[in-house]
């Protein structure tokens, strides 16, 4: 706190001297200032960092009414405490000071506590393990001692992603630098495999059978895949390196799936299903009898359901979800959706799906043999997630206040049927984690405006109480800045609302103008406009850059995921037409009630996806933005599994394909354009900026940009600073400070 008051305090002396002083010390003053600017910036970014909350995961005693949490504030701060469920009774399992002196003892040496743990229940339900560095320790749940684990405990064994055991601990899957290897826990090696060039296996999550018989393993083939060349420049003498890149149109590297018999080592091939595609193991069945595999046809229009007998290694179809005119998913399902989309009800005999098919997001109740037992949600609302079974119910996640579209709070729905029964308090985004007897759960919560407060309920609905609450008394001067002002404005079409907020510097004041800053993202698989209260990476970001004296928005544009179907698909197969239209509206509508945002003076800053945006902004709206920062820029042309599923192959979209190229409107430039491009970056290749340098040289146009050597598609280390700073400074010098 005290760099904090030390950095504002030279923020504002900087500003009061350089308006004082005579013209001849004033640019020095300035540069003072700038740099304390900078400074603030990059504070604020991390601001996250200030609110003492609960961050790791509660966990669950095997009883279903007791959890463990590390309390990060309140009276057992620094310590593990205790929660009976059913009473709201807490107790610390050791005092904090007791922990740190066992800790010590047990190093040698003063052990600071990091601001949480990473930790879990032991097998034995009698310890709760915890990992500091490189060590594992255990704390007993009665009579508070500590011990250190040795690294080749099963339980410690546990904490490392690299090794999988299996449910029974008998068998252990690791993950190696190089392929894989399967030991039993003495140690016994029983199978091992090593990659080859560009030809990788790989453990998938949920790798183990429920009776552990059986191990999947995927190997990648990516042999026929496009290679993307990577410079290494730090040597007079380059080095290249050839890595798969799946582009538009080229060739998808092909998955295999195998399954091992952990007793044997003996590993079946399963056959491939025609065509390309793309798969994930979305689970088991209960009882171990079927793996659940998710398919999703190249184009995104087809997802598969299908069933693998390990025994046999033959595969089923169990369900499939299909929409020619448009897709049923696409990036999403690689950044975690596979995990969300099935979900296996205990029993054995029915799961839960995910399907937009009524137009909105919604849990549907299926038998093995495919068929359609009910719909268990629906209406104009979409459910998120499934985020647990209780009995007779399922839980979910869901946004059904028209208001509040993009809040997720918690509902019971009967898995027999009937009307949805609200659990959580509050609005904003909730994290749940259920007792392993489905009476119970906990809930994490927090708005834009409150910090994360954490509730315990039974799933019944009759009991919640409040058992911790973040402090973020360490933002009290901050609060203004860091909490934006919330949007609600028209799309394009005229009829649409969209949501988004405005973030302001910490010295703000409306009777000056402030140059605005559209800080855009806008690919259709994700949202950046914060609903909790540390908000997003994107979102800080915008935070950090308001900061140098800026007005800076951030929008979900139709075509972003989170409400209904039609929503999203307002820019299937025509992304880049309707984007830029819709934040040009949400810019106009903000500025015409807010005199303090000086639109003769906008900017558009995106990185990726939003570079790709920053550059559609500049030339399909150059009477609007008069400076834009293009961070490692996207184009139709990359990565297929980010593009195609939106658009449609190139083949079947020629004309969708063309409307949102880039370069074919480079001559309408007429602002400051800026680009930044890591050599290295293998996510969208540096490619995309040479083919945009060269369409505007062809155009005659001026624009400006930075090469990062070395830098994958985000630069990182001091680098990092670099280009946050540049981008900073870049709509400093070309849009101006606040008059």
């Not at 999947?216 to 290494?232: E, F, Q, S, Y």
């Not at 179907?565 to 299937?572: I, L, T, V």
């Not at 005199?595 to 906008?602: E, H, Q």
Request: aromatic content about 10%; proline content about 6%.
């Amino acid at each position: 706190m005290r760099q904090t008051t030390k950095t504002l305090g030279l923020l504002i002396r900087a500003c009061l001297i350089a308006a004082l002083l005579p013209p001849a010390a004033d640019a020095q003053q300035r540069d003072a200032a700038v740099e304390a600017r900078l400074a603030l910036s990059d504070e604020m970014r991390d601001f996250p960092l200030r609110v003492r909350d609960t961050l790791p995961t509660p966990q669950w005693l095997a009883g279903g009414r007791r959890f463990v949490y590390w309390s990060a504030v309140g009276p057992h701060r620094d310590t593990f405490a205790i929660v009976d469920a059913a009473t709201g009774k807490q107790t610390p399992l050791l005092p904090a000071a007791a922990l740190k002196g066992e800790l010590a003892r047990i190093a040698g040496r003063d052990v600071e506590l990091p601001p949480y743990f990473d930790f879990r229940i032991a097998s034995d339900q009698q310890r709760l393990l915890f990992a500091l560095g490189e060590d594992v320790f255990a704390l007993t749940l009665t009579g508070a001692r500590v011990t250190r684990v040795d690294a080749k405990d099963l339980d410690a064994l546990a904490f490392s992603p690299q090794h999988l055991l299996s449910p029974d601990r008998r068998f252990i899957a690791v993950r190696q630098m190089e392929g894989f290897a399967l030991t039993d826990a003495g140690g016994r090696t029983v199978v091992e495999r090593r990659d080859e060039e560009h030809y990788a296996w790989d453990i998938p999550e949920h790798a183990w059978s429920p009776d552990s018989r059986h191990l999947l393993v995927w190997r990648h083939d990516a042999r026929g895949v496009h290679k993307l060349p990577i410079v290494d420049y730090s040597t007079p003498l380059e080095r290249v390196k050839m890595v798969p890149y799946v582009k538009a149109g080229t060739p998808l590297a092909r998955a295999e799936l195998h399954v091992i018999d952990a007793a044997t080592g003996r590993a079946v091939q399963v056959a491939a299903a025609e065509g390309e595609g793309y798969e994930w193991l979305a689970g088991w069945r209960p009882d171990g009898s079927e793996a659940l595999l998710l398919r999703l046809s190249r184009d995104g229009k087809r997802l598969d359901l299908r069933a693998l007998d390990p025994a046999s290694g033959t595969v089923r179809l169990v369900l499939r979800e299909e929409r020619p005119e448009s897709f049923v998913a696409g990036f999403e399902l690689w950044e975690g959706a596979w995990a969300l989309q099935v979900t296996p009800l205990p029993g054995g005999r029915q799961f839960l799906w995910m399907s937009e098919r009524d137009g909105w997001r919604h849990v549907y109740l299926y038998g093995y043999d495919g068929k359609l037992v009910r719909q268990l949600t629906s209406g104009s609302f979409p459910v998120h997630r499934v985020a647990g079974v209780a009995g007779d119910a399922v839980l979910v996640l869901a946004s059904t206040e028209r208001e509040r579209p993009y809040d997720q709070d918690l509902y019971r729905v009967p898995l027999a049927g009937g009307p949805m029964q609200r659990l959580s308090r509050g609005g904003g985004l909730h994290r749940l984690t259920l007792s392993p007897s489905g009476r119970y759960y906990t809930d994490g919560h927090s708005t834009r405006e409150q910090a994360r407060v954490w509730d315990a309920g039974s799933t019944d609905g009759r009991t919640t109480f409040r058992y911790a609450a973040a402090d973020a008394s360490g933002l009290a001067e901050w609060r203004q800045a860091v909490v934006p002002e919330g949007i609600t404005v028209t799309a394009a079409d005229g009829a649409t609302a969209l949501h988004g907020v405005l973030y302001k510097p910490l010295d703000f004041d409306p009777a000056k103008r402030y140059a605005v800053i559209d800080y855009i993202y806008g690919g259709p698989f994700t949202t950046i406009v914060p609903w909790s209260f540390v908000g997003t990476p994107d979102s800080r970001d915008a935070l950090s850059l308001a900061q140098m004296g800026f007005i800076v928005m951030v929008l979900d544009a139709r075509g972003t995921p989170g409400r209904s179907k039609a929503f999203q698909d307002a820019s299937y197969g025509r992304v880049g037409q309707t984007e830029i239209p819709d934040h040009v509206a949400a810019l106009r509508q903000a500025a015409a009630t807010r005199p303090w945002m000086d639109l003769s003076r906008a900017g558009i800053y995106g990185h990726s996806w939003g570079g790709y945006f920053a550059l559609r902004g500049m030339l399909t709206a150059p009477d609007v933005f008069q400076a834009g920062y293009a961070g490692a820029p996207g184009a139709f042309e990359e990565d297929a599994t980010v593009n195609e599923p939106y658009l449609g192959l190139p083949g079947t979209n020629p004309a969708g394909y063309a409307a949102g190229d880039n370069t074919a409107i480079a001559a309408n430039l007429r602002g400051t354009l800026r680009m930044m491009h890591g050599t290295s970056d293998a996510s969208a290749s540096i490619t995309t900026t040479m083919r945009m340098s060269d369409a505007l040289i062809r155009a005659g146009k001026p624009f400006e940009l930075l090469v990062m050597p070395g830098q994958g598609h985000g630069p990182r280390g001091v680098a990092r600073k670099y280009y946050k700073d540049d981008v900073r400074l870049f709509f400093l010098r070309t849009l101006g400070g606040p008059r």
